[in-house]
């Protein structure tokens, strides 16, 4: 593995690459975290579509613990993630997560609900949450 050295200019300032990289790694974040941000603050609509089997307390306790459940599992998502990027690369990896949050995101929009699918369509929400939380960890 070949380690990068960053060169600073005499003044201090970053050089044009640098501030693309930040810029770039930000956009990044900013999306990711973008769909967090949506799911809970729609948390009390996401229970009535996914969750309306229950009662609608329990609903929103379900979908409160389906936004949580993306959280959970971000120590192993920085684990894979992490082994990764030093394996093939910090780019590549950013991509791929980048993909996986996109792609889940996506799917959660055109996610039939409870009312179309039954079970299925809070199982299908929980596991796109999980995808997306193992994403966000790296």
């Known amino acids: 593995m070949s380690s990068t050295t960053i060169q600073q200019s005499p003044t201090g300032e970053l050089s044009k690459g640098h501030k693309k990289i930040i810029f770039a790694s930000s956009l990044g974040t900013v999306f990711e975290?973008?769909?967090?941000?949506?799911?809970?603050?729609?948390?009390?609509?996401i229970a009535k579509q996914f969750f309306s089997g229950v009662n609608e307390t329990t609903g929103f306790i379900f979908a409160?613990?389906?936004?949580?459940?993306?959280?959970?599992?971000?120590?192993?998502?920085?684990?894979?993630?992490?082994s990764l990027g030093d394996r093939i690369g910090r780019k590549y990896t950013f991509l791929v997560t980048i993909v996986i949050m996109g792609l889940s995101t996506f799917i959660v929009g055109i996610l039939p609900t409870y009312a179309s699918i039954g079970v299925a369509a809070p199982i299908i929400l929980i596991l796109l949450r999980l995808a997306q939380g193992l994403k966000t960890g790296r």
């Open 64 to 82: 409160l613990l389906a936004f949580a459940a993306g959280f959970a599992v971000r120590p192993f998502g920085a684990a894979f993630f992490g």
């Open 33 to 45: 975290w973008y769909d967090f941000y949506l799911y809970g603050s729609l948390a009390a609509i």
